[in-house]
């Protein structure tokens, strides 16, 4: 089994930046998949960010060019980097990961409150 614990979300102005983190314990070598998702009220979950080992990377359209995601194996976290931040990126985000690429990531944090006030 694997457990997340997403931190670092809060109340910020548009155009400001946040870092989320999220740490991860149990099974580690069950993880090879972290991905990052925003959820807004009333709207579907979606993935914004993505790592796969340790560097490759992808994103939403909607975040390229403002987020990054990184990870710190030694440290068993993955951040997202939130900058020039927008009100519709307002929302919860989870991180979830799963050993491999998926439409359903295995394991899901309880996620952390992120507010983009205009």
């Known amino acids: 089994q694997v457990q997340l614990v997403e931190s670092g979300g809060g109340l910020v102005q548009a155009g400001g930046s946040l870092r989320l983190s999220c740490v991860a314990s149990?099974?580690?070598?069950?993880?090879?998949?972290i991905d990052w998702y925003h959820q807004s009220p009333g709207k579907q979950r979606e993935m914004v960010a993505r790592?796969?080992?340790?560097?490759?990377?992808n994103y939403a359209d909607s975040v390229k060019g403002r987020f990054t995601i990184s990870r710190d194996n030694a440290k068993n976290t993955v951040f997202l980097q939130m900058n020039s931040l927008k009100p519709e990126d307002t929302g919860v985000y989870y991180c979830?990961?799963?050993?491999?690429?998926?439409?359903?990531?295995?394991?899901w944090g309880q996620g952390t409150q992120v507010t983009v006030s205009s």
């Open positions: 979830a990961a799963d050993q491999f690429l998926t439409s359903i990531p295995k394991y």
């Open positions: 149990g099974s580690i070598f069950l993880i090879n998949v």
């Open positions: 790592i796969v080992g340790t560097a490759n990377t």
